[in-house]
């Protein structure tokens, strides 16, 4: 057999390849494991592990407060349960004079419906409207204040002044 012989050309090219390639491996594999890759490893664990415990409290939270409001259904159910009770017991023993009517506990409207004297409720105003559009309201800086009275204690020192009166 006779040896094969490839062209100098050939031989750099493969070699320069086989370099490149090797340098990349390398600083693949260095960067892998350095220190600091090795920090942000552990930080994106942390970091995920933070929020699955998040995501397991949230769901505690939730599954707590839907327990809850079952509870309390079933608790105001129950009490409705006693009250009716109570007014039965009250209304067969007082011979209907008892101050209690059933007649009151079973012509219940609909809970959700608001009643007609608190449908136009409005909220309380944090200032007193004026009585006309001419009138300085309480923010004016000169409500509150007689300008004849303030001249005439101007005009007067000796005289004590005399505290404004509404």
Do not use: W
């Amino acid at each position: 057999m006779e040896p094969v012989q490839y062209s100098l050309t050939i031989v750099i090219i493969a070699g320069a390849a086989l370099f490149v390639l090797g340098l990349g491996l390398g600083t693949l594999l260095g960067r892998r494991s350095s220190p600091a890759a090795q920090r942000q490893r552990d930080a994106e664990l942390k970091l995920e592990q933070v929020l699955q415990d998040k995501k397991a409290y949230e769901d505690e939270v939730v599954d707590h407060f839907t327990d809850t409001a079952k509870l309390l259904n079933n608790l105001t159910e129950r009490y409705r349960d006693v009250h009716n009770h109570l007014a039965k017991g009250a209304d067969a023993l007082c011979q209907g004079r008892g101050p209690v009517s059933l007649g009151r506990l079973r012509d219940r409207s609909d809970d959700s419906e608001i009643p007609a004297n608190l449908a136009d409720i409005r909220p309380p105003l944090d200032y007193a409207p004026k009585a006309s559009p001419g009138e300085k309201g309480m923010l004016n800086e000169e409500f509150g204040i007689d300008r004849a009275k303030s001249r005439a204690a101007a005009e007067k020192p000796d005289a004590k002044p005399v505290p404004e009166t509404e």
